[in-house]
């Protein structure tokens, strides 16, 4: 480059006369730069730099360009014209994308993070001559290319163009300049982590919605639906859902769902796929690919020659071509180790929306919440025929309750009580067809009867645990009080759980209520009868979770300290950051897989975040051990703790101090265990344990068990 053409140096930037940047300096940059502080966005950002800064700098014309990082067929990073002020709509077609590596002003300054300063037509034509043939350019005379940076890192970068050439760029318009693009760089540095936060939130609600939607149905077909609609418009134009047809290996995919921006074009894309179905012999598609090698393809920007090889005729390349696709992404639907089918996710060129590497992180979780879905819904099937299993098993938890030194009885989904153990009915002197139904309320004293339905009813319509006394007749006429607490059973896990009805257990507490002499001896026995009834609804419960969710009543109930592995953690807002990289670089450490990672990952925040909102903060600390393969984290905080009373809410609602949520269930569906420890007023001791190789559920590999 001909540096006696340019000016260039970290430390300069330049524009106008000195009486011209002087008078700038001072009315036009200071309201630049208040306007600047006020931009929450980067099109605002950019706006008020194009708007504002041709006018402060007395330019003609302006534009700013931002980096985009690996989003181009080969994986390229360009730059991209975000917005721009005096070019005529042609060169702004021409130029609107171009190389990072290309020999341009731009390309240079921002590459190089350096400015560039050019006082006429011929020094800049004379340093990029392949620029004037290229394309159509403004009319060149002086100008000045500036990189955007903060902290190392370009984000993009600013171009002004003046309406004379110039024999030099004095030091006041240097300094003028550099001050102007460092302000920019700031401002849009702010109005990017904005936005990422934003989009972080906005991918939890659609994760969360579309986990909800996941686990209202099992018929997969009604879900996938859904998924789709629920994609388009939030994340895309148009998606598909295409599944292997598992009765026809080899043969063509099944189109099971398609959602489209305009829903009057949903007929013809189902109609066109009809048409042309996926042929699994068509290697050149990227849904094949997706299908047989179970990875992501990602296309930013979709080439041509993608298309070609897409079409199976003219006919079909003409159709494809209707669609007016701009960037693409399919993601597998992977499930034990089989890819049972794909979801596309594309958007048109009207609508201007390109994918992201963030895009594709969230539609492979939506992929792998979805494959989920999917190989629930086939494996339903199999579960019927593993009724009889699931009977013997029914039988031994039959067996165990009359066991019990308690009354227990089970509801189903409608409410009505369908079994009562033998303590239970000899209590009563009662068969079990007397007292299925609703027929043990006979039983209840009439001045109890509304206050025991009402708090039944109630309860069961929330699905909430409740305790409540009542009168019941026991087989030698006597009312006698009983208390009886329930909790519902769901079956799964998280979002997905589905709602199976009611366990409860009562314990005889007459002799409570006759009198103040026997209330210690009394208070004594009940005390003793509860903590039975709490362990056996904690066994139960743990039999519920497979032995996922620990609850423990003291300190030594929770698992013993692995090896630490890395430095404690002063939990606070800004260090949540911190406990992830942390735990990626053990987990690295650790040859832990990547795939298992992730839930891990979201696990450990969830926990570090309630202990921040509800415990004021607290420590984390992340043990491990590599012949085990199984990794640790800790994490304590000293706020309010959840009430004794209250722990079956917060296993059944994900309640937390600080409410209800859905923050719990993350953490119990992401980790292989979790052990929670919490008292009330001496704060919560969360533990998560994942191993490196996912632990076999116990009713897939032994016989007999559900």
Known sequence: MDRNNSDTGQDNAGVGTRETSQDTDGIGLQPLTAALLECVTPAEVVEVVVGRGVSVLGAEAGLVVMVRERQSIDGQDFLEIVGARGYSEEVLASWGRFALTDTLPLSDAVREQTPLFWTSHAAMKANYPEMFRRGPTHPVKASVSLPLVVRGRALGGLHFAFPEEREEFNEADRALLQEMARQCALALDRALLLQQLEETRQRQEFLARASALLAESLDYQTTLDAIARLAVPTLCDWAAVDIVDASNEGGPLLNLAVAHVNPDEV??????????????????????????????????????????????????????????????????????????????????????????????????????????????????????????????????????????????????????????????????????????????????????????????????????????????????????????????????????????????????????????????????????????????????????????????????????????????????????????????????????????????LTASHEAAMNAVRHGGGGAARIHGDRDTGVVQVWVADHGPGIAEEMIHRAVEQGFTTGGFGQGFFYMQSCADRLYLLSVADAGTTVVLEMDRTPPKPRWLGEPGLP
């Open 267 to 600: 007929a013809w894309v189902r109609a066109a796929q009809r048409r042309f179905p996926v042929d699994m012999t068509q290697t050149g598609q990227p849904i094949v690919r997706v299908i047989s090698t179970g990875d992501t393809v990602f296309l930013p920007d979709i080439p041509e020659e993608i298309l070609l090889a897409a079409a199976q005729d003219a006919e079909h390349l003409r159709l494809i071509r209707r669609l007016d696709l701009r960037s693409y992404i399919c993601v597998p639907l992977n499930a034990h180790g089989h890819t049972l089918g794909a979801v596309t996710f594309a958007s048109n060129r009207g609508s201007g929306r390109i994918f992201t590497p963030e895009t594709v992180k969230l539609v492979e979780e939506l992929g792998r919440r979805a494959a989920v879905a999917v190989d629930n819904a086939r494996l339903y099937a199999q579960a019927q025929r593993e009724a009889t299993e699931r009977r013997e098993a029914e039988e031994r938890f039959r067996f165990m309750a009359n066991s019990a030194p308690v009354l227990i009885w089970t509801s189903g989904t409608d409410a009505k009580c369908d079994w009562f153990n033998k303590p239970w009915l000899s209590y009563t002197g009662r068969t079990m067809e007397q007292e299925v139904g609703d027929g043990w309320a006979d039983g209840v004293h009439p001045d109890d009867f509304a206050h025991c339905l009402k708090t039944y009813r109630d309860s069961f319509n929330a699905h909430q645990p409740f305790t409540m006394e009542y009168r019941l007749r026991r087989s030698d006429g006597d009312y006698r009080w009983l208390l009886d607490s329930g909790v519902p059973v769901f079956d799964g896990e998280g979002s997905d759980r589905a709602f199976k009805g009611y366990i409860g257990s009562c314990v005889d507490i007459m002799e409570m209520k006759q009198g103040q002499i026997e209330r210690e001896q009394l208070l004594a026995d009940l005390r003793e009868a509860s903590l039975r009834q709490r362990r056996f609804l904690k066994e139960m419960l743990a039999g519920f979770t497979e032995g996922r969710l620990r609850l423990c009543s003291t300190e030594d109930e929770l698992p013993t300290p692995l090896p630490p592995q890395s430095d404690p953690v002063d939990l606070t807002p800004t260090s949540l950051r911190l406990l992830r990289k942390q735990l990626e670089a053990v987990a690295e450490g650790l040859n832990f897989p990547k795939e298992r990672l992730g839930d891990f």
